[in-house]
């Protein structure tokens, strides 16, 4: 049996980058000893999207926020896996905070949302999926209205 167990969506600043924040998706990999996946090479992509929790006047962005695809070749076990994405922080505005400019340029707030984002794992092997899982939602505020909290 192959299972993902474990998942979890961390953000996160950057030093010294305003503009940019670390997503940081973990999880496990569990390999029995049938030895069917063991030392063969797997697929794995790592979508991080938004979540629609209907509590704002909008839909959020259906398109993935970033995906990560590598290989590897796991072992019989626990194998213990960490995939970094950074991301521009406006990318995480998932359900767009409405504002307008004032005269002088300056921001004038019309509402804010909270962003809701999430990651899915798929790992396959040859087309094939063996093991997928979905992140727990991290629910923060990244748009220009925010307060720019990291869930």
Do not use: C, F, K
């Amino acid at each position: 049996m192959t299972s993902v167990r474990d998942p979890v969506l961390t953000i996160g600043r950057l030093d010294d980058d305003e503009q940019h924040r670390r997503a940081t998706i973990s999880y496990a990999l569990e390999l029995e000893t049938d030895g069917r996946l063991a030392g063969h090479h797997i697929d794995e992509l790592v979508r991080l999207h938004a979540v629609d929790e209907h509590d704002a006047a909008v839909h959020p962005d259906s398109r993935p926020i970033a995906e990560h695809h590598d290989s590897y070749a796991p072992a019989v076990g626990t194998n213990e896996r960490a995939v970094e994405l950074v991301v521009e922080r406006d990318q995480l505005d998932v359900q767009r905070d409405w504002w307008s400019s004032g005269p002088g340029g300056e921001t004038r707030p019309i509402a804010e949302w909270p962003d809701h984002v999430a990651a899915d794992i798929v790992l396959s092997r040859s087309g094939r999926v063996v093991a997928t899982a979905m992140t727990p939602t991290v629910t923060g505020s990244w748009g220009i209205l925010a307060d720019d909290t990291d869930g």
